[in-house]
Nanobody, 123 residues
Framework: QVQLVESGGGLVQPGGSLRLSCAASGFTLDYLAIGWFRQAPGKEREGVTC???????DYADSVKGRFTITRDAAKNTVYLQMNSLKREDTAVYYC?????????????????WGQGTQVTVSS
């Protein structure tokens, strides 16, 4: 059974950090494109950062320099390190996986999705 499970969300103050994890079962993430997406209330789901199977990485302008995506092949897990968090980063964060993706961070290209984890940035 193909499954993606996100974890690591929570409540954090502005300027704080969180690390989200996306653990896979039923397939090997190392051979897939992986994306982190987020959806705030009343807004469309948007791409945050995505990594291709070859290691190419794309970041949304709003998170460049603050967020980092990494892949741990041994743990079959992808991480999203989020630093200098802002209130506008508040959203449900989803990871997604797909074999062939173009454009890399287009949510419509991804078939496999996790259930999401809530990130709330508030004082």
């Amino acid at each position: 059974q193909v499954q993606l499970v996100e974890s690591g969300g929570g409540l954090v103050q502005p300027g704080g950090s969180l690390r989200l994890s996306c653990a896979a079962s039923g397939f090997t993430l190392d051979y897939l494109a992986i994306g982190w997406f987020r959806q705030a209330p009343g807004k469309e789901r948007e791409g945050v950062t995505c990594i291709s199977s070859t290691g190419y990485i794309d970041y949304a302008d709003s998170v460049k320099g603050r967020f980092t995506i990494t892949r741990d092949a041994a743990k079959n897990t992808v991480y999203l390190q989020m630093n200098s968090l802002k209130r506008e980063d508040t959203a449900v964060y989803y990871c997604a996986a797909e074999e062939n993706v173009n454009p890399l961070c287009d949510r419509r290209e991804y078939e496999y999705w996790g259930q999401g984890t809530q990130v709330t940035v508030s004082s």
